[in-house]
């Protein structure tokens, strides 16, 4: 009976320890190394011919970043920097995807083809390459002519933020 005991605790044991790991709240953030403390995010290149695009994603993905992680400096200066982002907006476009009974568009879907790189400095290591990142997103745009507002600049505002919100998930929670 004791020799029983003995076994069922050891197996007890065995089963749950080798579970400890497996749950980690969302939001932790530490998927990143312990040794970077400083993430570079340099202006994002854009071959796409979207005009100061690059801008509004840059400006997102560091926005993003600081909210993130307190501890994680965050600088456009590679130099210095433990690690660094770079970004290529490859492709950028709008495309009406609902039409109103007179065949304008009521629903806009916003596609987004990026190149990211994220590379440890210190150890001369990729930790992120992914060179066909897709993000999609829609907005609505308004039926009455007497209400219409050009709805691109914020629609593109908020996809910066939706996708630096995504990208950094996918980096710093390890997805």
């Known amino acids: 009976m004791r020799g029983l005991k003995l076994v069922m605790l050891v197996a007890l044991l065995l089963v749950c320890g080798g579970y400890r790991e497996c749950y980690k709240p969302a939001g932790r953030g530490d998927a990143l190394p312990k040794h970077i403390k400083t993430l570079a995010i340099p202006p994002f290149q854009n071959p796409s011919l979207r005009y100061k695009v690059e ?3 840059t400006s997102a993905m560091i ?12 600088t456009s200066s590679p130099e210095g920097a433990d690690a ?12 009406p995807v609902l039409l109103d009974d007179i065949g304008r568009a009521r629903l806009v879907e916003v596609t987004l ?12 290591k990729i930790l992120f390459d992914n060179q066909n990142y897709v993000f999609r997103a829609e907005y609505e745009v308004t039926g009455d002519p007497q209400s219409f507002f050009n709805e691109e600049g914020p ?13 950094l998930t996918a980096i710093m929670e390890g997805f």
């Open 84 to 95: 660094v982002m770079l970004g290529t907006i490859r492709n950028f476009f709008f495309r």
């Open 55 to 57: 801008q509004r994603f």
């Open 155 to 167: 629609a593109t505002d908020r996809l910066a933020r939706d996708f630096a919100r995504s990208v």
């Open 63 to 74: 926005d993003e970043a600081l909210r993130r992680s307190r501890s994680l400096r965050v």
């Open 113 to 124: 083809i990026v190149g990211l790189t994220l590379r440890d400095q210190t150890k001369n």
